[in-house]
């Protein structure tokens, strides 16, 4: 059973455009989402995160928005760069000392320049 | 760079056989987690150790184990090599959660095991 779902499974998006990944969780006792980013021959890398108690948060060209009651939450990338071509990965993490994150099956954004 | 170091970064071996994929964490993170990532699994979350003690467990088989040493670096071992074992395989690492108030695993470069 898989508790994170990302869509669509790649994306093509021009240069300057806007990148939009999304992401829908299961189970309710998630608290915590954060976004990786994974460039080829490397290993993931935290992007940016966000908890239930906001609905978005901004950093820099990279936006979370969250949507608690429809239980998903998505990427927005502005002003997408080639630099950008990566493959991005949504998590979730439950509560308690013992929770591990769920990562979904990740997805390949390509920026054409 | 992360601070986590994996090594071997790539082993070629045959099927059969056993490897030991070795990971030191980021100075001062008390858990390792160890990743599996295939073309169509995605990102696999196979074991955690915490301070030396197993603080969970996902989808590792029974030919796999793992151990985190007093100094915290840890070791995955994989045995009995089947082709499907071919992957990338991950540590992370990570501060506990009490101490930082969220959760950020910090991941190695990886070791890509092909085996033939």
């Known amino acids: 059973q898989q508790q994170v779902k990302q869509s669509p499974q790649s994306l093509i998006v021009q240069k300057g455009g806007i990148s939009i990944i999304n992401c829908a969780y299961e189970n309710t006792a998630f608290d915590y989402f954060p976004w990786y980013q994974q460039f080829p021959g490397k290993g993931p890398a935290l992007l940016i995160a966000i908890r239930p108690d906001v609905s978005e948060k901004k950093e820099g060209r990279f936006t979370i928005s969250f949507n608690k009651s429809a239980k998903q939450f998505s990427l927005h990338i502005m002003d997408s760069q080639p630099g950008d071509s990566a493959t991005y990965f949504c998590a979730a993490l439950g509560t308690g000392a013992n929770s591990k994150l769920t990562f979904g099956k990740g997805i390949t954004l390509s920026v054409r320049p | 760079d992360s601070g986590v170091t994996q090594t071997p970064k790539h082993l070629i071996t045959a099927t059969g056989q056993r490897v030991t994929l070795r990971c030191s964490p980021r100075?001062?993170?008390?858990?390792v987690y160890w990743y599996q990532q295939s073309l169509d699994q995605g990102l696999q979350f196979l074991i955690q150790?915490?301070?030396?003690?197993?603080?969970a467990k996902g989808n590792i088989l029974e030919r796999f184990s793992a151990q985190q040493f007093p100094d915290l670096h840890s070791e995955l071992n994989l045995s009995s090599l089947e082709l499907g074992d071919s992957a990338l395989y991950f540590c992370?690492?990570?501060?506990?959660?009490?101490?930082?108030?969220?959760?950020?695993?910090?991941f190695g470069p990886g070791t890509r095991l092909l085996v033939l």
């Open positions: 992370a690492s990570s501060i506990p959660r009490v101490a930082s108030g969220q959760e950020t695993q910090y």
């Open positions: 100075s001062g993170d008390l858990s």
């Open positions: 150790y915490y301070n030396g003690e197993e603080r």
